[in-house]
């Protein structure tokens, strides 16, 4: 797929750090990392420093950088891609060696993300997906999900993202006073072989409390 248009633009300024993040493309074996709302993002230049100055410790990517459910500790997140973008950059990321890829409902591009993921070429036993289910937030006029409309979530979702099944599905955000109900959609999701782990995203103990 040819680079979309708007891409070497949005590249070159949208970043923290003021880095391009096309430079993703050119990750080999040692790099920079840092986090940003959770997510371990890469970038390829090694002099980056933190706000406060201090440098960011290198890593060493290797098969061995992986938890206990075999999920690749530093992936490639696609938050606030457009579907094109998503697609060209997700492709470009498993072929620079990326094997986690972090998506969502709500970053509204999961289709992109999965005509990337089928453009790379990359066998689906090595690549690791995560994506997660918004909830719905009543504050921002979006209804609570149910525990059906959990269950079809996730069932659409795959077929945007042309997969048959997820790694790792989370909640997104602990937005809702349903949580236990959409707790257990995933529960049933898991058992339905639709996603292989779950969990919840941006809880803290009070939420799991």
């Known amino acids: 797929m040819a680079e979309p248009a ?5 590249f070159k300024q949208h970043n923290i750090f003021n880095i391009p993040v096309i430079h993703l493309a050119k990750v080999k074996s040692r ?15 090694n002099g980056l420093k933190r706000h406060n100055k201090e440098e960011i ?18 992936g490639f997140g696609t938050y606030q891609l457009s579907i094109d973008q998503a697609e060209f950059c997700v492709n470009e990321a498993l072929k620079a060696g ?6 969502a409902e709500g970053y509204n591009n999961e289709e992109g993300t999965g005509k990337g993921i089928k453009a790379a070429g990359v066998s689906r036993d090595d690549i690791f997906v995560t994506t997660k289910l918004f909830p719905g937030n009543k504050q921002w006029g979006a209804p609570e999900k149910t ?7 996730l069932k659409n979702q795959l077929k945007q993202l042309q997969l048959d099944y997820v790694d790792l599905y989370l909640i997104h955000w602990p937005l809702t006073d349903s949580r236990k109900e959409t707790w257990k959609a995933l529960l049933k999701l898991k058992d339905d072989g639709l996603c292989r782990s779950i969990g919840v995203s941006n809880y ?3 939420h799991l409390q």
């Open 204 to 206: 803290t103990i009070s």
């Open 31 to 45: 790099t920079t990392c840092y986090s940003v709302s959770g997510s371990v993002i890469i970038s390829g230049y």
């Open 98 to 103: 990326f094997r986690h890829i972090d998506s």
């Open 147 to 153: 525990y059906e409309q959990s269950i079809e979530t």
């Open 57 to 74: 410790p290198m890593m060493e990517i290797s098969k061995s950088t992986r938890n206990e459910i075999d999920m690749p500790l530093v």
């Open 6 to 10: 708007v891409q070497k633009k949005r």
